[in-house]
């Protein structure tokens, strides 16, 4: 018996950097150092997790999976140095400008043509951040989605897991093939240890374009996009804060100001 996870991991511009969108409204990705999103660290934990668990069972495998520009091998190496087996890489100049629709068509074809068993994502990405992308991808691969989980686990040929909301928890199961996403509450991920980042570098990364997938062009890129930017502006440079000095009577100063900004 064996069990095929593949993990979708995005590279995204570091959000500690300056980011900027390029003249046609997306954001520019050559002006930024990019990184593993951390959301989909904790998607390759559960993963390594899942396999670990497994191991008595047959064989897992984890193969980690983003669609991004060439440095997008950094997500992938990270993911490979924390214990994944083998990555792919999907990247063609047409995915320009590509939106989530297009995205999600470029993984289900690539998950397709790997093989799978269990898909995990993060939750959202912390760039785009719309969360919607593994309910498509489900949509697309035609499988159960159970999203936004908190724990999960594989057993007897289902995907089970807890998904805590406001005012309940609900524990949820899907047959495999299906599609999970996971919370930033599933378990902190794992350091890449030493032996760990060496091991990735003789592991195997696959390249792929939209040719290999059979995807034409126009169904990706900006031209296929759902969406478009109408606008984008700078967010306006911080103006200095409101000083008031305690020279004896600073607290009714403070209760005037406040009072004087309706906060109280
Ligand atoms: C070169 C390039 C240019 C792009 N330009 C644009 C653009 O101009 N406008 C636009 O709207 N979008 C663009 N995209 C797509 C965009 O960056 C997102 O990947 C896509 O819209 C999904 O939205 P999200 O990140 O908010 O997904 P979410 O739904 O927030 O993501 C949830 C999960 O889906 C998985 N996931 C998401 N994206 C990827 C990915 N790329 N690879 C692997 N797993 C992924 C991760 O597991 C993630 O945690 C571009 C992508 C590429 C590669």
């Known amino acids: 018996?064996?069990?095929?996870?593949?993990?979708?991991?995005?590279?995204?511009?570091?959000?500690?950097?300056?980011?900027?969108?390029?003249?046609d409204l997306t954001v520019d990705r050559d002006d930024v150092d990019g990184l593993l999103s951390e959301l989909d660290e904790y998607?390759?934990?559960?993963?390594?997790?899942?396999?670990?668990?497994?191991d008595g069972d047959g064989d897992?495998?984890?193969?980690?999976?983003?669609?991004?520009?060439?440095?997008a091998k950094d997500a992938?190496?990270?993911?490979?140095?924390?214990?994944?087996d083998k990555a792919v890489h999907v990247e063609d100049d047409d995915l320009h400008g590509t939106d989530v629709i297009g995205t999600s068509l470029v993984l289900a074809k690539a998950i397709e043509k790997t093989g799978?068993?269990?898909?995990?994502?993060?939750?959202?990405?912390?760039?785009g951040t719309m969360g919607v992308l593994p309910a498509i991808l489900a949509e697309r691969l035609g499988v159960p989605q159970v999203t936004l989980l908190s724990d999960v686990s594989v057993?007897?040929?289902?995907?089970?897991?807890?998904?805590?909301?406001?005012?309940?928890?609900?524990l949820l199961e899907a047959s495999l093939p299906a599609v999970v996403s996971v919370t930033d509450q599933s378990g902190e991920a794992r350091?890449?240890?030493?032996?760990?980042?060496?091991?990735?570098?003789?592991?195997?990364?696959?390249?792929?374009d939209l040719e290999d997938l059979e995807i034409d062009a126009d169904?990706?890129?900006?031209?296929?996009?759902?969406?478009?930017?109408?606008?984008?502006?700078?967010?306006?440079?911080?103006?200095?804060?409101?000083i008031v000095k305690d020279e004896g009577e600073g607290g009714k100063r403070l209760a005037e100001f406040l009072a004087s900004q309706k906060f109280i």
């Open 155 to 170: 057993e007897d040929g289902l995907v089970k897991g807890r998904r805590d909301g406001d005012t309940a928890s609900e």
């Open 116 to 127: 799978y068993d269990l898909v995990i994502c993060g939750m959202a990405s912390t760039d």
């Open 191 to 208: 350091y890449p240890s030493f032996k760990g980042i060496m091991a990735a570098k003789k592991k195997p990364v696959q390249s792929l």
């Open 43 to 54: 998607a390759v934990e559960q993963a390594l997790q899942i396999a670990d668990d497994f």
């Open 60 to 71: 897992a495998e984890i193969t980690v999976l983003t669609v991004g520009p060439e440095d």
């Open 76 to 84: 992938l190496r990270k993911a490979l140095s924390m214990g994944a």
């Open 1 to 23: 018996m064996s069990l095929r996870i593949v993990v979708c991991v995005k590279y995204v511009p570091d959000a500690t950097g300056d980011r900027h969108f390029a003249d």
């Open 219 to 242: 169904e990706v890129g900006l031209a296929g996009a759902w969406t478009a930017v109408g606008s984008a502006a700078e967010r306006p440079a911080r103006t200095a804060g409101t």
